[in-house]
């Protein structure tokens, strides 16, 4: 009787309703009975449960009063076990306005406890931690920015996690920009770009990766800025990540990047030799649980710190290769090893920045001549950056101090010591000299 009446319902609703959205939001319940003007419904989760009732509560109400004429409202239960008998679709015909909202999947090892921190990452490491707690929203967005395979999704997941855990009730979407990106274009080419905007305006914590992407992509930056202003409006918590700071993404909208800066904006800084040895470390226990355990001889930890410096996913994976080759052999893990089973890897990271690259660059980032840089003016707009360039020359090249002098237009070595100190000192104080450092260096050592 009451399926009966549910279906005849759920059909005009079709008709009212088209297709897709039907197939979204009402052919997912059942009605399960109607008593006291109260009737109930059963959603696979829910997020569906509250979309219907916030927009198609009416419509349902006035329909199902043709039976049930005393009824004034509906109740929805969850019954997520429906949810999982349903197949899943493959990722191409997702037409659904539903399918729009589902979450990336989360990487398993993401997690906190998984995650090293070290000075370079502590700040970023801090901030995620106190929006995965749920609370109230203090910083909104949280941008963590920072190079290649630093951690940053890695950070992301683990927020993810602990919220899934922390706050079972909150909608939490993670998702890259690409993807972002491509839900519009495709809720755009199927007519659905109410559901879209909907669907993303009534998320509880919006996470968006790799945020770069949508620089220079006008349209899918346009609905980004909306959905980002109608969330923050809502004080729904975003987190962003991007491969640098929000004022150097180019081709992104003043309006957003502004936007982006009225929250709390932290760097995952490039590692340093402990953070390395650290996540060595801590790898190389986990590789021991799944490979089972494996010796590793003295120094390779250190060697490998030093000497694999660009990325941690470069040094995850060198790390991997010796595990699964010493246990292959049976042998302990040497110094030796190392150098035959990484030598791509070695030759690789031996490219050496050169004291006129540095100069070069650094001549470029502040627009001066390089004749400037190299030569004797002492006025403050040319001599910074002549310090600054000294003390990269002194941090990513191997010169010494009086060879350093010498590619400086002849400096004495004490001169570039005082440069190398000043910088050293400033980076401390004066936070866009050292924002300024960081990005030189990034560019210097991709
Ligand atoms: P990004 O998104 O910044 O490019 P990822 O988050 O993908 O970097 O990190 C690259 C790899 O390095 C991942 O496997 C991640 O687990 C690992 N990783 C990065 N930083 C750390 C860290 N501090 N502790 C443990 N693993 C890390
Ligand atoms: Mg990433």
Same mark, same amino acid.
């Given at each position: 009787m009451i399926a009966q009446q549910w279906s005849k319902v759920s059909q005009e609703l079709r008709q009212e309703l088209g297709e897709s959205s039907f197939k979204s939001w009402?052919?997912?319940?059942?009605?399960?009975g109607v008593e006291n003007g109260i009737a109930q419904l059963r959603a696979p989760s829910r997020f569906v449960g509250d979309w219907v009732k916030r927009n198609y509560h009416d419509m349902i109400v006035a329909r199902l009063r043709a039976d049930h004429t005393d009824l004034a409202q509906l109740e929805f239960s969850v019954n997520p076990g429906r949810e999982r008998r349903t197949p899943p679709k493959p990722a191409t015909q997702?037409?659904? =306005? /539903?399918?729009?909202?589902e979450s990336a999947p989360l990487e398993g090892r993401y997690t906190f406890d998984n995650f090293v921190v070290g000075k370079p990452n502590e700040l970023a490491h801090a901030a995620a931690k106190r929006v995965a707690e749920?609370?109230?929203?203090?910083?909104?967005?949280l941008f963590l920015y920072g190079g290649v395979g630093l951690g940053k999704t890695h950070l992301m997941h683990a927020i993810a996690w602990d919220l899934n855990q922390a706050r079972p009730d909150l909608q939490v979407l993670y998702l890259s920009a690409e993807q972002f990106m491509y839900r519009f274009v495709q809720a755009l080419r199927d007519r659905q770009i109410m559901d879209f905007k909907n669907l993303f305006r009534s998320v509880d914590v919006l996470m968006v990766d790799d945020?770069?992407?949508? =620089? /220079?992509?006008e349209s899918t930056q346009e609905e980004f800025f909306h959905t980002f202003n109608a969330l923050v409006d809502q004080n729904k918590q975003i987190i962003i990540s991007a491969d640098r700071a929000p004022g150097e993404i180019?081709?992104?909208e003043d309006r957003i990047t502004s936007r982006m800066q009225c929250g709390l904006v932290v760097d995952l800084h490039p590692t340093d030799y402990e953070l390395r040895l650290g996540i060595l470390h801590r790898k190389a226990a986990s590789f021991a649980d799944t490979l089972g355990p494996v010796r590793v001889g003295d120094g390779v930890f250190e060697f490998l710190a030093h000497r694999i410096t660009n990325n941690v996913r470069v040094l995850e994976g060198a790390l991997q290769r010796l595990f699964a080759f010493s246990n292959l052999i049976g042998q302990e893990i040497t110094l030796d090893m190392v150098q035959d089973c990484l030598s791509d890897l070695l030759r690789s990271s031996d490219r050496r920045v050169t004291v006129e690259e540095i100069q070069r660059k650094v001549s470029e980032h502040f627009n001066i001549r390089l004749s400037d840089m190299l030569g004797p003016k002492r006025a403050r707009n040319i001599a910074r950056p002549r310090q600054i360039a000294m003390y990269l020359a002194k941090e990513l090249t191997s010169r010494s101090l009086p060879e350093i002098g010498r590619r400086f237009?002849?400096?004495d070595h004490t001169t570039i010591l005082y440069g190398v100190r000043k910088v050293e000192e400033m980076r401390g104080t004066d936070s866009q000299l050292a924002e300024d450092v960081d990005l030189l260096r990034r560019l210097l050592q991709s």
């Open positions: 009402i052919e997912p319940l059942e009605l399960v997702t037409t659904e =306005a /539903g399918a729009i909202l749920g609370g109230p929203v203090t910083f909104n967005p945020v770069q992407f949508i =620089a /220079g992509k180019k081709d992104l237009g002849g400096r």
